[in-house]
């Protein structure tokens, strides 16, 4: 019985630095959505050439970082008393 000797050549990968940033890191789940919810996604990204996931993550990260009511509210009242 012979060993075959396999020769190993290692290559250089070059890795952008915002790689393992959190927004450039996927995480698979499961999520249950209404049907007609995910049907509007589906229909919004064959218009657009996107995949229906990237508009839904793209939903999501729009939603997490809009102000929520009370600093809209906030935002008013002192806007408000600048022109009072």
Sequence with gaps: MS???KK?????VEIPDDAFEPKNVKERITI????DVLDSYRKKAS???D???SLIN??????RVAPDLEERVETLERKIKKLS
């Design 8 to 12: 190993i050549s290692y290559g250089k």
């Design 47 to 49: 218009k657009t050439g």
């Design 32 to 35: 249950m959505v209404d049907q």
């Design 51 to 53: 995949k229906y996931q």
């Design 58 to 63: 793209r939903t999501l990260r729009e939603a």
């Design 3 to 5: 060993t075959k000797i």
